[in-house]
Each structure stands twice: as C-alpha cells, then as structure tokens.
C-alpha cells in the first residue's frame, strides 16, 4: 500500500520539474516561442515577446513556489489556474479543429488528444494536491521571499534577452 504521504510529493514533484523542464525548453528557443504565439494567436510581436517572456518566468516561478511555498493557498490557486488555461486551450484547439500550435516543450506541434490528456494529468494533479495539502495564507515573510526569488529569476534571465525584450525589437 501507498503510504499517504508518496502521492502528493510525487504529483509535485512532477508538476515541479514539468514546469521547470518547460520554461527550460521555451527559453532555449524562445524566438521560435514567440513567433509560435504570434502565429497561433494572431498578435503583434510586441504582445507576443511579453507574453513568453512572460509565461516563461512564469512557469519557472511556479516551479520555485511549488518546493519553497506549496502550502501556500495563493501557489495552488495560480498554479491551478494555469493549468485550466492550458487544459482549456488545449480543448479548444481540438474540439475546434483550430490550428494553434504548441511549443511546450521548446518543439513545435499541433495541438492534439496528447496535450488534452497531459494537461489533464497534470491539472488533476494539481487539484489532488489542494486537496490533501493543508493550506495557509502567505505571512509577510514568505511574501517577501517568494518576491526575492521571482526577482532572482529574472536577473537569471540572460542580459542579451533583457535588453532585447526591453526594446521591443
């Protein structure tokens, strides 16, 4: 039998090292990213760069908030919250028939049954965790600290895409 305490360190650690894996991917290529929610989403290059450089950060953030605050209400609200943003779109794009390619994990594909069923996976994961995890608010202290480490991520963010971003080429 499954001791009760395996199940939610595996389903975070999954969710922590798919987000990581990701925004890991997505930075390598992260012109490819951009042009991919250009195309898919039919916006400027200008909206298009803030909302991957944007969703980049995000996903690495989300990733930190998972190890150093996953007791946190707020860590599981945005967490869920973006993975029914995907598991949403991803719907869309087959119930659809929509052509919206995804860049993932730093490759181009079409959205397909894969992705539904993956974000699914990883959304029911996330859920199953808020569930089970006991759950408090952010004191001052943790706010703080998730603050520093969002502002340490973003200076990891290499110059030569900082200046380009800034810009907006």
């Known amino acids: ?53 944007f969703l980049v950060l995000l996903e690495v953030f989300m990733a930190f908030a998972m190890i150093l605050a996953h007791h946190l209400l707020t860590t ?10 995907f598991f949403s779109l991803s719907i869309f794009s087959v119930v659809s028939e929509k052509s ?15 992705h539904v069923f993956r974000n699914l996976i990883l959304l029911l994961a996330a859920v199953y965790c808020f569930i089970v995890t ?15 480490s969002m502002i340490l991520l973003s200076l990891l963010v290499s110059v030569k895409d900082l200046t380009e971003f800034l810009r907006w080429k």
Request: include cysteine; charged fraction near 10%; aromatic fraction near 10%.
């Open 100 to 114: 919206i390619q995804c860049n993932c994990f730093g490759e181009t594909s079409q959205m397909g049954w894969l």
């Open 76 to 85: 599981w609200i945005v967490m869920i919250a973006l993975l029914v943003i």
């Open 1 to 53: 039998m499954i001791s009760s305490d395996i199940l939610p360190v595996f389903c975070q650690l999954t969710l922590v090292l798919t987000f990581s894996y990701a925004a890991f991917k997505k930075q390598q290529s992260i012109e490819e990213f951009i042009a991919t929610i250009e195309v898919s989403f039919n916006t400027s290059s200008d909206i298009a760069r803030l909302l991957s450089y």
């Open 134 to 148: 006991p759950l408090v608010l952010p004191s001052l202290q943790t706010l703080i600290a998730l603050t520093m």
